[in-house]
């Protein structure tokens, strides 16, 4: 157990230097891209509610994502992290400017908003994030657990963002409860991804 938790932060430390090393112009250029081609898919088009989450400095900048969703007249929801069992929930937000500094120093939404309720059936899409996803959907997180637990029991449709340089060919590590994205977006397009 010990050898997979090594190599997948042997993997982790690898792609948060290629993060770092990313030209801040081609960033943003790779950023724009990415939420254009995000837009274009008829399951964000149909979705009423889209979970998303508020990028780190060195991450997809999803923030133009969220206030097209909001312009668009869906529902935007961010998750607020509870410190026992890693484990969080998705709170509704009317603006961005509504998020106050949470765990980890991450803005989220405040102790007033309104939870998701993944049972209710509205059609929605989450915005998966990762420090890099396989060819097969698979993602490598920062290692809490986070949305490993939580997307275990939500039944939308679920999305990978990232650049194409950080879509692996070769499988990633996994242990049987991971659960891969439908669809990983990058700045090349949208790869659709085949379940077996």
């Known amino acids: ?5 090594d190599i997948k932060n042997k993997i982790r430390e690898s792609y948060r230097q290629k993060r770092r ?12 891209r990415i939420v254009r081609h995000f837009t274009s898919l008829a399951s964000y088009r ?17 923030r133009p994502l969220m206030e ?3 312009a668009a007249g869906k529902r935007v929801a961010l998750p607020r992290c509870r410190p026992e069992g890693a484990e969080m ?16 120093g ?25 420090l890099v996803y396989d060819r097969f ?13 939580y997307v275990g029991e939500y039944r939308g449709v679920k ?21 891969a994205v439908d669809y990983i977006v990058t700045e090349k397009g949208v790869r659709l991804i085949e379940k077996a």
């Open 89 to 104: 929930e998705f709170y509704f937000i009317s603006s961005l400017d509504e998020l106050t500094k949470g765990r980890y």
């Open 159 to 179: 999305a990978g963002l990232c650049y194409n340089a950080f879509v692996r060919s070769a499988p990633l590590p996994r242990g049987r409860f991971d659960i």
């Open 21 to 32: 090393e990313l030209a801040p112009s081609l960033k943003q250029t790779f950023d724009e």
């Open 137 to 149: 959907g698979y993602r490598l997180g920062y290692g809490r657990g986070y949305y490993d637990r």
């Open 1 to 5: 157990m010990s050898y997979i938790r």
């Open 106 to 130: 991450i803005p989220e939404p405040g102790p007033e908003c309104e939870r998701f309720d993944r049972a209710s059936g509205a059609p929605s899409m989450i915005v998966i994030p990762a």
């Open 46 to 62: 149909f979705s009423d509610i889209l979970l998303a989450y508020y990028p780190l400095a060195d991450e997809v900048d999803i």
């Open 68 to 70: 097209d969703a909001l």
